[in-house]
């Protein structure tokens, strides 16, 4: 027996691989065109007066699910004997066959377990290729129906249509890239999405041109709903005048619902402004209809405007292109100047300009494309004209979003780039500010919440105590005032000294750091951000303050001095007359020894504060001296 060598497995793993797409592509057309094949099916059955046998029911099925994929049809059977062409795509049908193509391709492309990924250029032409044969026999089988395919559209857009909707499938199973370009592209256009720059700006500009777009089909949506609501009359006789029985009702039923997207494409076009054709001599726009409408009859077509000059309720169509220009400049602002990032980071005018630019042609480019599709000839004579012309659809897209959505851009730029918008955003540094200062802020805020941790941990002793009645009175003024004559009249203590002086730090400003003493102390620090108000609970009155420096020093074993009189009080602690401390033994004067570490006592240094370090725990035995 021989083994296999390496090489001529893979070339067997990677022939299994393009044989596997291809039967995937081919199985994904089966799939749409049974389902659509059952649909008509179950309608030719329930109709009680079938024109045909199942032989013509299958080959209109096989014309219909070509139609959805954009092939233009020709009926043979007239009047007048002259083929018409039928090119108007429900484009509510396209969605099927896009989907199956598009899953078809992703699931070829992804690697299976055990095996290496494919090839993306080969599972791309394995599912196209499948997918192509189906639809080269479904249009050999329709070739003798009522609904004839056209073979010049076969090529263009059949195979268009299946070749998008597989390379988008083998680019979602690649994780959706966005570049590097192939190598036959120009050099510039591969340096130019090699840089992350570029290609967050192309990102942005493709989804706010989706988003345009999108408001465009919504807004034409919404005013083919209101023109159906006021004309609902009409639109139901034209149902009921259609079939009489309950299958023919069903089928004209589906086929409104399949045109449901072009109605809405229709109304974009109306409110942009060039409207679309009825015939050839008749235009529909927000300034009325012109010439001799040849309307057929059919449900969705009541909504067409009445002939003659248009009101202002029809001007108020020309809404639903200025909403989807705020659109496009909405969602430009928003990665023009991001709410996370720094203020440094955001966008220039310039490159917001540019991206919004970008923006509208996308979004010129969407909407002549879905109005190129949404209409379509009807017949050789009035109705080979019939629905929105988009080589005018397109720049009135583009005239709409770009003289709107691009000022509208920058006004939306500067108001989320305002002080007050960005004021409240402490947890992102601005790019400009130099290390130090970010340091020292840091700092500050930290040994703040330190000290007020302390300063509630102390108060539990005082709370509920009663509120005093002028104390919700006490406001900015009176504060600002107390810490003017504090600043300007005191004196600054002493760096190392643990008892503060009267009418320093703790009478100052509340809220203020006890390190901030002096004439405009605290200003001038690189930490120093003052408060956005000051607080006006009994929190910071002398009694309790008192209180808590009372705990303080309860809890530091008698190391700390006692609270600092005023100095018009007339019980001075430092009166002689004052017995001594039970707790400090009295004996003669020793001579002065050097300096002990510190204690305890320094709880509230005003250099510590100063300087950021935290401060020591009360609770906490000092060195013995």
């Known amino acids: 027996m021989t083994q296999r060598s390496p090489k001529a497995t893979g070339e067997r793993n990677r022939t299994l691989d393009l044989a596997s797409a291809l039967v995937r592509g081919a199985v994904a057309a089966g799939l749409g065109l049974g389902s659509l094949t059952v649909l008509v099916m179950v309608v030719w059955i329930s109709s009680p007066y079938p024109d045909s046998g199942p032989g013509g029911v299958l080959r209109a099925a096989a014309g219909v699910w070509l139609l959805a994929h954009g092939a233009g049809l020709v009926r043979p059977d007239t009047l007048s004997g002259v083929p018409a062409p039928v090119s108007v795509v429900p484009l509510l049908l396209v969605l099927g066959p896009v989907w199956l193509a598009h899953r078809a391709a992703r699931d070829a492309a992804e690697p299976e377990e055990g095996r290496p990924r494919p090839s993306q250029a080969g599972a791309f032409c394995a599912v196209t290729a499948g997918y192509l044969l189906v639809v080269a026999g479904a249009a050999a089988c329709a070739r003798g129906g009522s609904l004839r395919p056209d073979p010049d559209t076969l090529v263009f857009p059949v195979a268009l249509v299946v070749a998008g909707a597989a390379a988008a499938g083998v680019w979602t199973a690649a994780g959706r890239p966005f570049g590097p370009l192939p190598s036959w592209s120009p050099l510039v256009l591969q340096e130019a999405v090699a840089r992350t720059l570029f290609r967050d700006r192309a990102e942005a500009a493709c989804r706010s041109a989706a988003a345009g777009v999108t408001v465009l089909l919504g807004g034409g949506a919404l005013l083919v709903a209101v023109a159906l609501g006021r004309n609902a009359g009409a639109a139901q006789d034209a149902f009921l005048g259609l079939a009489g029985d309950w299958s023919g009702r069903f089928a004209v039923l589906l086929l409104a619902a399949s045109l449901v997207p072009n109605a809405a494409l229709w109304g974009a076009a109306y409110g942009l402004g060039p409207g679309f054709s009825l015939g050839t001599g008749a235009t529909a726009t927000p300034l009325g209809l012109d010439g001799a409408p040849a309307v057929p009859h059919f449900p969705l077509l009541a909504a067409v405007p009445d002939q003659g000059p248009g009101s202002l309720l ?153 509120r005093r009645w002028w104390a919700p009175w006490r406001g900015r003024g009176g504060a600002a005032g107390a810490a003017g004559d504090a600043a300007s009249g005191g004196t600054a203590a002493p760096a190392a000294s643990s008892v503060p002086a009267p009418g320093t730090a703790l009478d100052a400003a509340p809220g203020a750091l006890v390190g901030a003493v002096g004439s405009g102390a605290g200003r001038g620090d690189a930490g120093f951000e003052p408060y956005d108000f000051l607080p006006t609970d009994p929190w910071h009155e002398k009694d309790f303050r008192e209180a808590r420096w009372a705990a303080l020093t309860r809890g530091s074993g008698g190391l700390m001095a006692d609270f600092p009189a005023d100095p018009a009080d007339p019980a001075d602690p430092a009166d002689p007359a004052d017995p001594a401390d039970p707790a400090e033994p009295v004996g003669p004067a020793g001579p002065a020894g050097p300096a002990g570490p510190a204690g305890p006592a320094d709880f509230a240094d005003p250099a510590d504060f100063a300087a950021g370090r935290p401060a020591p725990d009360p609770d906490r035995p000092g060195p013995t001296p």
């Open 314 to 466: 029809n001007g108020a169509a020309l809404a639903v292109p200025v909403a989807a220009a705020l659109a496009v400049a909405w969602f430009t602002a928003r990665r023009a100047a991001p709410t996370d990032a720094p203020r440094a980071q955001a966008w220039s005018a310039r490159e917001t300009v540019r991206v919004a630019l970008l923006a509208a042609l996308g979004c010129a480019a969407g909407t002549a494309l879905l109005t190129a599709v949404a209409g379509g000839p009807l017949g050789t004579g009035a109705l080979r004209e019939f629905g929105p012309v988009w080589w005018l659809a397109g720049p009135a897209a583009l005239v709409w979003t770009a003289g709107i959505g691009v000022p509208a851009a920058l006004l939306l730029r500067l108001w989320r780039l305002r002080t007050p918008g960005w004021a409240w955003r402490r947890d992102v540094p601005e790019a400009d500010e130099p290390p130090a200062t970010a340091t020292a802020r840091a700092a500050a805020a930290a040994s703040a919440v330190e000290a007020d941790v302390g300063e509630k941990a102390g108060a539990e002793a005082v709370i509920g105590r009663r």
